[in-house]
Nanobody, 117 residues
């Protein structure tokens, strides 16, 4: 069973930065893809950025492009999301997702990010 544990959320002022981490219980190099999603109350969960392991392609949603950066440490099995220029609209629960080559999806428990002055 794969476990994903997010951390790094918290309260930040508008314009500030945060870095989220997603620690995996197995080698992230084995996943077909990894991604960050977020969800706000009453709204559908949305994918923010996804990274395809096989071809090393990263895709960002327009809402976070140029502000958020995904990265990974394959030796520590950690996926990161560096967030900058945060806005109130970025307030949400952020989730890490991993997809196996067999098509199975794994999710973390989420970490709350609140952008407020």
């Amino acid at each position: 069973q794969v476990q994903l544990v997010e951390s790094g959320g918290g309260l930040v002022q508008p314009g500030g930065s945060l870095r989220l981490s997603c620690a995996a219980s197995r080698s992230i190099f084995e996943f077909d893809s990894m991604a960050w999603h977020r969800q706000t109350p009453g709204q559908q969960q949305r994918e923010l950025v996804a990274h395809q392991t096989s071809d090393n392609v990263t895709t960002y949603s327009d809402s976070v492009k140029d502000r958020f950066t995904i990265s990974r440490d394959n030796t520590k099995n950690i996926l990161y999301l560096q967030m900058s220029k945060l806005m109130a609209e970025d307030t949400a629960v952020y989730y890490c997702k991993a997809k196996s080559v067999e098509g199975l999806a794994y999710w973390g428990q989420g970490t709350q990010v609140t952008v407020s002055s």
